[in-house]
Nanobody
Framework: QVQLVESGGGLVQAGGSLRLSCAAS????????MGWYRQAPGKQRDLVAA???????NYADYAKGRFTISRVNAKTTVYLQMNSLQPEDTGVYYC????????????WGQGTQVTVSS
């Protein structure tokens, strides 16, 4: 059973920073993609940033230049460093781990709330 445990959300003022962490455990294929998704109130869940086990990254346009994704600990822990946060960054951030054809194996964390006050 794969588990994802997130931490690091909270309340921050506009212009501030937060770092989200997600630790994966269980039977995990070494070739995989870990990432962060965001769900703002009343909106769908969208990709913020993702990183493959090989080191390739993908960022949402709004995250480029402000957010940085990284992986450590045999690549089973993923971080999202978020700088210059704005109120529109408010939402629940979910960690995701996937692998396989058409992301057959797809796992989610419980989500962590990020609130940015103006």
């Amino acid at each position: 059973q794969v588990q994802l445990v997130e931490s690091g959300g909270g309340l921050v003022q506009a212009g501030g920073s937060l770092r989200l962490s997600c630790a994966a455990s269980g039977s995990i294929l070494s070739i995989n993609t870990m990432g962060w998704y965001r769900q703002a109130p009343g909106k769908q869940r969208d990709l913020v940033a993702a990183m493959t086990s090989g080191g390739s990254t993908n960022y949402a346009d709004y995250a480029k230049g402000r957010f940085t994704i990284s992986r450590v600990n045999a690549k089973t822990t993923v971080y999202l460093q978020m700088n210059s946060l704005q109120p529109e960054d408010t939402g629940v951030y979910y960690c995701n781990l996937k692998w396989g054809t058409r992301s057959r194996y797809d796992y989610w964390g419980q989500g962590t709330q990020v609130t940015v006050s103006s």
